[in-house]
C-alpha cells in the first residue's frame, strides 16, 4: 500500500507542481510516447543484454515486493520458534523419531502445522539438513555455524539480484534521456528555418527526453532499487534466526535457551514478546503431550 500512495504522491506533486506553475501538458503528452520509446525501450534492452532469462524473471518477479513488502511477518517468527522447539526437543529425547520428520517434512506431522514455513524450500533445507548432519555427528558448533553462514550468505547474494539489477537501470536511464535530448537537438537543427514558435516546441519536446530519463531513474527505478533491498535484507532475518538457534542447540544449550537466543536475534519488531512466546510453547507442549 505504501509503495502505491508514495507513487500517486511522486505524480501528483511532480505534473500538479508544473501545471500549478503555469506548465502547459500538451507538448510533454505530444512528445511523451516517442520519448519513452526511446528510453524505456533503449532501457528494455539494456536489461536484457546484462541479466539471463532466469535473472530477468526473478528480477520482474522482485519489483512486486515494492507493493507486498517482506514475506515474514511477526506470526511467522513465532512459528518458527515454536517449530525450532519441537524439533530440538524431540531430536534430544528421541533421535531416531526425528529422522521420519526431516527426511519427509511434507509429511511430518510437525512441518505440516506450520504451512507457511513448509512452503519456503529453503528454510526447510536449512532446518533438515542441519538436524540431519547432527545425528551424522557433524555437530562442531564453529564449522556448522560457518557453513550455514556461507550457505545463507549465498542465497542473500542471489535475492539481491533484482535490487542490484534495478539500480543498474536507474543509473542508466539518465543517460539515456540525454540521448533522446539530443536526437531532439537534431531534429530541431533540421527545422532551424521554421519561426520560433515552432522551434519552441521542438525544443521543449527535446527536453522532455530528459526530463523523462532523470524522472523514471531517481522517481521510480531508484526507489523501486532500494524497497526490494530492504526487503530481501528484512527476510535474511528469518534464515539467520534458523542459524543461531541451531547453533546454540549444537552448543548443548537447554532448549528453551536455543529458543530464547532466537528470540532475541529476531527484528524489533517482528519479535514476539516473552509471554507471547511461552504461551505458544506452551499449546505446543500440549498438542505434543
Given amino acids: 500500500m505504501l509503495g502505491i500512495i508514495g507513487i500517486v504522491v511522486i505524480f501528483v506533486m511532480v505534473f500538479g507542481g508544473y501545471l500549478a506553475a503555469g506548465g502547459k501538458m500538451s507538448i510533454i503528452l505530444h512528445s511523451l510516447p516517442f520519448e519513452l520509446m526511446m528510453i524505456g525501450g533503449a532501457g528494455v534492452g539494456a536489461f536484457l543484454i546484462s541479466n539471463d532469462s532466469s535473472g530477468a524473471k526473478s528480477t520482474l518477479s522482485d519489483?512486486?515486493?515494492?507493493?507486498?513488502?517482506?514475506?515474514?511477518?511477526?506470526?511467522?517468527?513465532?512459528?518458527?520458534?515454536?517449530?525450532?522447539?519441537?524439533?530440538?526437543?524431540?531430536?534430544?529425547?528421541?533421535?531416531?523419531?526425528?529422522?521420519?520428520?526431516?527426511e519427509a517434512p511434507e509429511t511430518s506431522e510437525i512441518f505440516t502445522r506450520y504451512p507457511r514455513i513448509l512452503a519456503d524450500a529453503e528454510a526447510i533445507g536449512l532446518i533438515c539438513d542441519t538436524l540431519r548432519s547432527a545425528s551424522m555427528n557433524y555437530d562442531d558448533p564453529h564449522q556448522v555455524e560457518d557453513v550455514l553462514e556461507k550457505r545463507i550468505d549465498a542465497n542473500f547474494q542471489h535475492a539481491m539480484h533484482g535490487s542490484h539489477a534495478l539500480q543498474a537501470l536507474a543509473d542508466g536511464l539518465p543517460a539515456l534521456g540525454i540521448v533522446a535530448a539530443v536526437l531532439g537537438v537534431i531534429k530541431t537543427m533540421a527545422s532551424i528555418d521554421q519561426p520560433p514558435e515552432i522551434l519552441g516546441k521542438l525544443i521543449g519536446g527535446a527536453l522532455v527526453g530528459t526530463f523523462l530519463g532523470v524522472f523514471l531513474a531517481y522517481g521510480l527505478m531508484g526507489p523501486f532499487a532500494a524497497k526490494v533491498q530492504s526487503v530481501v535484507e528484512e527476510d535474511a532475518h528469518f534464515y539467520s534466526l534458523i542459524k543461531d538457534v541451531l547453533v546454540a542447540n549444537l552448543h548443548n544449550h537447554a532448549t528453551n535457551i536455543c529458543i530464547e537466543v532466537g528470540r532475541q536475534n529476531t527484528p524489533s519488531h517482528s519479535r514476539p514478546s516473552f509471554g507471547e512466546l511461552e504461551e505458544a510453547l506452551k499449546e505446543v507442549k500440549s498438542i505434543a503431550v
Wanted: glycine share 2%; net charge positive; hydrophobic share 45%.
Fill in 63 to 102: 519489483v512486486l515486493k515494492v507493493f507486498r513488502g517482506t514475506r515474514w511477518k511477526h506470526n511467522d517468527y513465532r512459528d518458527l520458534l515454536c517449530l525450532l522447539f519441537e524439533l530440538i526437543r524431540l531430536a534430544r529425547q528421541n533421535s531416531v523419531a526425528l529422522e521420519e520428520h526431516i
